[in-house]
């Protein structure tokens, strides 16, 4: 498999070197909720979620969420978090490969936040065609696109994690067939390694 292993992410997160968490869910979801785009009642998916911090935010907000990890030790701090915050009720944690991961049925909603970015490339395409599938038509994909160009990248390397999620690339990932784009420009969130996140939320045709 190209690209970081299930044992590249374990090492992680047993280390402790996951300099990308912010130790609080990130801003946008807190905006998306503050909006009632996301609302109690939907069923929603978090497709690496890490230590699940926007799980617990989500479950505090009254949604029924599912976390899913490759890292066994990413899902043990996940459960723990939401054990003792007393939110397992309603947001559950499941270790996963989500490019092989299926639905039991139809979600109203997918949080994309770092599983994009965290994948090779070279699985992109098989991802986006697993979110169109969990998706119900009419349900909707909020995502935080990772904005990480490298100068290497002119001359056709490809780097990561985090890889750049090109907007581009992105827009032939989710194309406008099977997509509704909102119009841009899209909000950006400044990144703690100095990148930026464009925060887009596309509806399912």
Do not use: N
Not at 28 to 50: H, K, N, Y
Not at 143 to 165: F, I, K, N, T, W
Request: aromatic content about 8%; overall charge negative.
């Amino acid at each position: 498999m190209a690209g970081p292993t299930q044992d590249f992410w374990q090492q992680r997160f047993v280390s402790g070197q996951i300099p990308w968490d912010r130790g609080e869910a990130h801003p946008q979801l807190r905006q998306w909720l503050e909006q009632g785009l996301i609302a109690a009642g939907l069923e929603l998916v978090v497709p690496g979620c890490g230590r699940g911090h926007e799980l617990l935010l989500l479950a505090k907000a009254g949604v029924r969420v599912r976390g899913l990890d490759y890292s066994p030790a990413a899902v043990a701090l996940a459960r723990t978090q939401l054990a003792t915050e007393g939110a397992s009720d309603l947001a559950q944690v499941e270790e996963a490969d989500v490019l092989l991961w299926q639905s039991s049925e139809a979600l109203d909603a997918v949080y994309e936040q770092t599983c994009l970015c965290a994948l090779h490339p070279d699985h992109w395409r098989r991802y986006a065609d697993q979110l169109h599938a969990w998706i119900k038509p009419g349900g909707r994909l909020f995502a935080l696109l990772m904005q990480a160009r490298r100068d290497s990248a002119a001359l056709g390397s490809v780097e990561g994690p985090p890889y750049h999620c090109d907007i581009q690339a992105v827009r032939a990932l989710f194309p406008a067939e099977r997509w509704d784009w909102p119009t841009p420009p899209y909000p950006a969130h400044g990144h703690a390694q100095g990148w930026s996140e464009l925060a887009v939320v596309l509806v399912r045709r």
